[in-house]
C-alpha cells in the first residue's frame, strides 16, 4: 500500500491497518487463529499470496510477530483490538442492513462456531452435530462438528459417526444468532432453527456455543452508541 504522504497519525496508522483485508486478519489474529493454515480457512476468500504479503506487511510493521510456528499480536497489535471491536460496533449500528444474500457463507460462520465453544459445558465422551443449511446449494449445504473436549473438529464431509444432533436452518438465520441479533432459542422458539435429537441435548445446545465475539461485547456497543449524538440507534 502507498503512503498517504501526510504527517498525520491517521494517516500513518492507516498506512498499516486500513489496507484491504489486513482489518479482517487482525480480527482473525484477535479472535486466536495463529497458524497460517487457520488464517486461511477464516478468509477463504483471500489467495494464500496475498494473505502470506499482509503478514509480512504487518510483521514488518511491528504489529505481528512468528513464533512457535504461528503469527501473534505483538503489544502494538493487541492494542488494535478496542479499534476492531469499534469498528465492528459501527458495523452493526450503520451498515448491517446492507448485507447482500449472497455474502452469508456457512464456511465462515462454521470455522467460527468451531473455534468457540464452551468445552466445560459439552456433554462427556463424543457428540456429534450435523449443520443442514437447507437454503445453500452445493458443497457447503452440510458440516459436520465432532465435539468430544478438549477439541472440536469442524469437517465438510460426514466423519462416519451417529448424529447426535441435527441442526436444520439457513445460513442467514444461523449468522444473525451467531453475532447475536436474537438468541438461538428464540430463532428455535419461532422454528427458523431446528434441532433435532434426544430432548437433553437439544435442550443443552444453545449453552454448548460461546457465539461471536461482538454478541459478548453488545453492552458496550449500546453504551457506545448511547453516547454518540443524534437519534438514538441500537446497537444489535
Avoid at 480457512?41 to 513464533?67: N, Q
Avoid at 428455535?188 to 454448548?208: H, K, N, Q
Wanted: hydrophobic share 40%; proline share 6%.
Amino acid at each position: 500500500m502507498s503512503g498517504y504522504g501526510q504527517f498525520c497519525p491517521v494517516s500513518k496508522a492507516a498506512e498499516v491497518v486500513a489496507e484491504r483485508w489486513t482489518p479482517l486478519l487482525l480480527r482473525e489474529l484477535l479472535g486466536g487463529a495463529h497458524r497460517f493454515n487457520e488464517l486461511r480457512r477464516a478468509l477463504p476468500v483471500m489467495s494464500p499470496s496475498l494473505l502470506s504479503s499482509r503478514l509480512k506487511a504487518l510483521e514488518r510493521a511491528g504489529v505481528v510477530e512468528r513464533r512457535d510456528g504461528g503469527y501473534f499480536l505483538t503489544q502494538a497489535g493487541e492494542e488494535l483490538r478496542p479499534v476492531v471491536e469499534y469498528l465492528g460496533y459501527w458495523g452493526r449500528r450503520w451498515v448491517m442492513h446492507e448485507i447482500e444474500p449472497g455474502e452469508h457463507d456457512p464456511a465462515i460462520v462454521m470455522w467460527d462456531v468451531q473455534r468457540r465453544i464452551h468445552q466445560d459445558r459439552i456433554p462427556a465422551g463424543r457428540t456429534v452435530l450435523m449443520f443442514d443449511f437447507a437454503d445453500v446449494k452445493h458443497a457447503r449445504r452440510y458440516w459436520w462438528l465432532v465435539l468430544e473436549a478438549p477439541s472440536a473438529d469442524l469437517c465438510l464431509t460426514d466423519p462416519g459417526y451417529e448424529v447426535d444432533l441435527t441442526v436444520t436452518t439457513d445460513v442467514e438465520t444461523f449468522t444473525r444468532a451467531w453475532i447475536g441479533d436474537f438468541t438461538i432459542a428464540e430463532a428455535v422458539r419461532r422454528g427458523a432453527i431446528s434441532v433435532d435429537g434426544p430432548r437433553r441435548l437439544a435442550r443443552e445446545f444453545p449453552g454448548w456455543l460461546a457465539l461471536s465475539p461482538l454478541t459478548e461485547s453488545r453492552d458496550r456497543a449500546a453504551t457506545w452508541a448511547a453516547s454518540l449524538p443524534g437519534e438514538p440507534v441500537t446497537a444489535g
